[in-house]
């Protein structure tokens, strides 16, 4: 059990890099601190019946489970609806109420601060996919005295999250064990020799037939088009006639695709931290490879230039890459007698570089680690891996796995995965046999594939596209990409570090906030400096 201030902490960590990607599956978040075994806050009730407006209820236990007493006294309201677990190519339910063939998707909203001058909800996704949309609006509810979202905003909207079917509270995915979770998370990140390497294809492979063996022929309707056509069924059952929408780096995806589906019922949509959707499987993580090698080396050269605040300096390409060698050999072991493995210890360096605040949390660990203490490296990649205290996870990473490979229909061979983390290797030293080896988990994902579109959002109004030169886990590049498939996207760019913009600065915040208020554009090329 955290202790407040562990726990304010740690929301401000999940606002400040909201989304990121995880190696072993090939896209995911920052975790939302819920243990499988209990969700905090459990939304309950009766459950509308698609098409039918929900019963609101009253729940503070939210936010008190989250992040305990500490949390800003804010109205909560929950609800429960069900949607088709299959729409349909059209969008039409091809099942309803009384067939048992529903998904259940939880609800949470932060009422608006001044009512009387209310413009309607303002729907949230914090990425993944598998991030708990009910969690994070309760931590964007919170204002900017916590890292929440400006008054500007939560004084004119209802902050609404929803959990995206298979996640958390909503008909959660739940398929892989934590033992198995541990050993991916514990394995080499670059694993040379052929017996290492076939291991980690033995442990995708059990871990895709399980997945298969549980579910079967529905994993293909955990995909992005299904969740949102149920974003659609949200924004009816908040009674708003269009859309308002936040989405952070998986979430611009979802956005997106939301506005090819139905740009007509389009308010506005923020999209920050901007994914491609026409680069497919492999290109999208070479991109991520190149992104979080550019991450690091800004790492160490502020380590080099702020040697005071970092152990590691002069050098601490070398330091890193040094810890992650000895524990590939002699692993150093906690208190606990948990090891950190060289797996672990590669994703306390992936935790820290989503926000440059984490920069000098890294050099702390690394050094600490050094000195024979892992503590400070568990509590970052457990941080990154949605791990708790007693070693049980959320069901992130189950749906993280569902929804991406049901997504992609390119489905690299375990032969073309070994050429790449080679070729990568030499590219991306640090990063890119990891993001080559993730790539087995889709390659052996079992199940049928449900792309969505990746066209026009022909008839919508104009979307902000809101990019990070800095951002390690959807690099800049991908912010034009993303506005220009769309057809009316303005790109709103950040000249910061880390993952994600928005409310970072006041040039990003006002910009932003224009839109969502006032329906005011960002001008053409607008370029937002760090500070």
Same mark, same amino acid.
């Given at each position: 059990?955290?202790?407040?201030?562990?726990?304010?902490r740690?929301a401000?960590?999940?606002l400040?890099?909201?989304a990121a990607?995880v190696?072993?599956?090939?896209?995911?978040?920052? @975790?939302t601190?819920?243990?499988?075994?209990?969700s905090?806050?459990e939304? %309950?009730g009766?459950?509308?019946a698609p098409? $039918?407006?929900p019963?609101?209820?009253?729940?503070?236990?939210?936010?008190d489970?989250?992040?305990?007493?500490?949390?800003?006294?804010m109205?909560y309201e929950?609800a429960r609806?069900a949607v088709?677990?299959?729409?349909g190519?059209g969008?039409?339910? /091809?099942?309803?109420?009384?067939?048992g063939?529903?998904?259940e998707?939880?609800?949470?909203r932060?009422r608006?601060?001044?009512?009387?001058?209310?413009?309607?909800s303002?729907?949230i996704n @914090?990425g993944?996919?598998g991030?708990?949309?009910v969690?994070?609006?309760?931590?964007? %509810?919170?204002g900017?005295?916590?890292?929440?979202?400006p008054?500007?905003?939560t004084?004119?909207f209802d902050?609404?999250?929803f959990d +995206?079917?298979?996640?958390?509270r909503?008909?959660?995915?739940?398929?892989i064990?934590?033992?198995?979770l541990?050993?991916s998370?514990?394995?080499?990140p670059?694993?040379r020799a052929?017996?290492s390497?076939d291991g980690?294809?033995?442990?995708?492979?059990?871990?895709?037939?399980?997945?298969?063996?549980k579910?079967?022929n529905q994993?293909?309707?955990y995909?992005t088009?299904?969740?949102?056509?149920d974003?659609?069924?949200?924004?009816?059952?908040?009674?708003?006639?269009k859309? /308002?929408?936040?989405?952070?780096?998986?979430?611009?995806?979802?956005?997106a695709?939301y506005?090819?589906l139905y740009?007509?019922r389009v308010?506005?949509?923020v999209?920050?931290?901007?994914?491609d959707p026409?680069q497919g499987?492999?290109?999208?993580? =070479?991109s991520?490879?190149?992104?979080f090698?550019?991450?690091?080396?800004?790492f160490t050269?502020w380590c080099?230039?702020n040697?005071g605040?970092?152990?590691i300096a002069p050098?601490?390409?070398?330091a890193?890459?040094?810890?992650?060698?000895?524990?590939?050999?002699s692993?150093?072991?906690g208190?606990?007698g948990r090891e950190a493995?060289a797996?672990?210890?590669?994703?306390?360096?992936?935790?820290?570089?989503?926000? =440059?605040?984490?920069?000098?949390?890294l050099?702390?660990?690394?050094?600490r680690?050094?000195g024979?203490d +892992?503590?400070?490296?568990?509590?970052?990649?457990?941080?990154?891996?949605?791990r708790? %205290?007693d070693g049980?996870?959320?069901?992130l990473?189950?749906?993280?796995?569902?929804?991406?490979?049901?997504?992609?229909?390119?489905?690299?061979?375990?032969?073309?995965?070994?050429q790449?983390? %080679?070729q990568?290797?030499?590219?991306?030293p640090?990063?890119?046999p990891?993001l080559?080896v993730g790539?087995?988990?889709?390659?052996e994902?079992?199940g049928?594939?449900d792309?969505?579109?990746?066209?026009?959002? /022909?008839?919508?109004?104009?979307?902000?596209?809101?990019?990070t030169?800095?951002?390690?886990a959807?690099?800049?590049e991908q $912010?034009?990409a993303?506005?220009?498939m769309?057809g009316v996207?303005r790109?709103l760019?950040?000249?910061? =570090?880390?993952?994600?913009a928005y409310?970072?600065?006041?040039?990003?915040?006002?910009?932003?906030d224009?839109?969502?208020?006032?329906?005011?554009? +960002?001008r053409?090329?607008?370029r937002c400096p760090?500070?």
């Amino acid at each position: 059990m955290y202790r407040t201030t562990d726990r304010l902490r740690r929301a401000r960590l999940v606002l400040a890099g909201l989304a990121a990607v995880v190696l072993l599956t090939a896209g995911c978040t920052l @975790p939302t601190f819920a243990p499988r075994v209990e969700s905090a806050g459990e939304p %309950s009730g009766a459950v509308a019946a698609p098409g $039918t407006a929900p019963t609101w209820r009253a729940c503070p236990e939210v936010a008190d489970q989250l992040v305990g007493r500490g949390a800003p006294d804010m109205r909560y309201e929950c609800a429960r609806i069900a949607v088709p677990r299959n729409w349909g190519n059209g969008g039409g339910a /091809t099942a309803g109420p009384g067939t048992g063939e529903t998904f259940e998707i939880a609800l949470l909203r932060a009422r608006s601060t001044k009512q009387r001058d209310r413009i309607g909800s303002l729907v949230i996704n @914090p990425g993944g996919p598998g991030g708990s949309g009910v969690d994070t609006a309760v931590f964007l %509810s919170f204002g900017p005295a916590f890292g929440g979202l400006p008054s500007a905003v939560t004084e004119r909207f209802d902050i609404v999250g929803f959990d +995206p079917r298979g996640v958390q509270r909503s008909s959660p995915v739940e398929c892989i064990s934590d033992g198995d979770l541990d050993a991916s998370f514990g394995y080499d990140p670059d694993p040379r020799a052929q017996e290492s390497f076939d291991g980690f294809v033995t442990l995708n492979q059990k871990i895709g037939q399980g997945c298969g063996a549980k579910y079967g022929n529905q994993l293909p309707l955990y995909g992005t088009e299904q969740a949102a056509r149920d974003m659609d069924a949200v924004r009816a059952a908040v009674g708003d006639d269009k859309l /308002t929408y936040l989405g952070y780096s998986y979430g611009t995806l979802l956005g997106a695709t939301y506005a090819q589906l139905y740009p007509q019922r389009v308010r506005a949509l923020v999209l920050d931290g901007a994914v491609d959707p026409r680069q497919g499987l492999v290109a999208g993580s =070479e991109s991520q490879a190149k992104g979080f090698e550019r991450a690091f080396t800004n790492f160490t050269r502020w380590c080099t230039a702020n040697a005071g605040r970092c152990p590691i300096a002069p050098d601490a390409r070398a330091a890193v890459t040094s810890a992650i060698d000895k524990a590939r050999v002699s692993p150093v072991r906690g208190a606990d007698g948990r090891e950190a493995t060289a797996g672990w210890v590669f994703y306390a360096v992936i935790s820290s570089l989503y926000t =440059e605040q984490g920069w000098q949390e890294l050099a702390r660990a690394i050094d600490r680690l050094e000195g024979g203490d +892992p503590k400070d490296v568990f509590r970052l990649a457990d941080a990154y891996a949605g791990r708790d %205290s007693d070693g049980h996870y959320s069901n992130l990473f189950d749906a993280n796995l569902a929804v991406n490979c049901a997504d992609e229909d390119e489905k690299p061979s375990v032969t073309q995965i070994r050429q790449l983390q %080679s070729q990568w290797r030499e590219k991306y030293p640090l990063f890119g046999p990891a993001l080559a080896v993730g790539l087995l988990g889709c390659a052996e994902w079992p199940g049928g594939r449900d792309p969505y579109p990746t066209g026009a959002a /022909t008839g919508a109004p104009p979307i902000v596209v809101v990019g990070t030169t800095g951002d390690p886990a959807t690099p800049y590049e991908q $912010t034009a990409a993303l506005a220009s498939m769309l057809g009316v996207g303005r790109v709103l760019t950040w000249e910061g =570090e880390g993952h994600t913009a928005y409310p970072q600065t006041p040039c990003i915040t006002d910009a932003v906030d224009a839109y969502l208020v006032d329906l005011t554009v +960002p001008r053409e090329g607008l370029r937002c400096p760090a500070r």
